[in-house]
T-cell receptor
Framework: DTAVSQTPKYLVTQMGNDKSIKCEQN?????MYWYKQDSKKFLKIMFS???????INETVPNRFSPKSPDKAHLNLHINSLELGDSAVYFC??????????FGSGTRLTVV | GESVGLHLPTLSVQEGDNSIINCAYS??????FIWYKQESGKGPQFIID?????DKRQGQRVTVLLNKTVKHLSLQIAATQPGDSAVYFC??????????FGTGTRLTVIP
């Protein structure tokens, strides 16, 4: 069983579209995250979320929004996609506090 | 904010040699450090961690050293194998706050 699973693995879409990436964890962790990895491999936190608190990195545009239907899921919605949104997006989860377990990533390409 | 950096963006080693990957961090309040390995097309995978009350921690073929005086972290890989080729990230955490990643070092093992 995959501990943290993301879908889709690849996503190609046109500028201006709205898209979602799904994430599910079966580890029973309290906190989930979204990270963005750019072309230079730099990993940057976007959001962290548990059932009590959403923490947003202030540099993330408000076109990005996390949605958590339950403790095991944290989906990422992106509105009005831009070319600069092209990157690999990683979902992760952790016990609070503790080491993170990452998903395998979603490569988003905006054309 | 935190700043975690690496001295070398790339490292090439002969198979069987030992590898040392270095990392500098700037937040003296960070109390938890993790090394991650990221293979092509995959998410970061936990290798080894260390808390700030320790100077050294050993795993299977890997050792992490922490020097809090100069805010330096290193990952040593013994008898490097082709399967060790990947990008390695150090990450730091302060209390229950988010994990912040360094730039990454690409390790290439030459057969």
């Amino acid at each position: 069983d995959t501990a943290v699973s993301q879908t889709p693995k690849y996503l190609v879409t046109q500028m201006g579209n709205d898209k979602s990436i799904k994430c599910e964890q079966n580890l029973g962790h309290d906190t989930m995250y979204w990270y963005k990895q750019d072309s230079k491999k730099f990993l940057k936190i976007m959001f962290s979320y548990n059932n009590k608190e959403l923490i947003i990195n202030e540099t993330v545009p408000n076109r990005f929004s996390p949605k958590s239907p339950d403790k095991a899921h944290l989906n990422l919605h992106i509105n009005s996609l831009e070319l600069g949104d092209s990157a690999v997006y990683f979902c992760a989860s952790s016990p609070a506090p503790g080491g993170y377990t990452f998903g395998s990533g979603t490569r988003l390409t905006v054309v | 904010g935190e700043s975690v950096g690496l001295h070398l963006p790339t490292l090439s080693v002969q198979e069987g040699d030992n590898s040392i990957i270095n990392c500098a961090y700037s937040n003296s309040a960070s109390d938890y450090f993790i090394w991650y390995k990221q293979e092509s097309g995959k998410g970061p995978q936990f290798i080894i961690d260390i808390r700030s009350n320790m100077d050294k921690r050993q795993g299977q073929r890997v050792t992490v050293l922490l020097n809090k005086t100069v805010k330096h972290l290193s990952l040593q890989i013994a008898a490097t194998q082709p399967g060790d080729s990947a990008v390695y990230f150090c990450a730091e955490q302060t209390g229950a706050n988010n994990l912040f990643f360094g730039t990454g070092t690409r390790l290439t093992v030459i057969p």
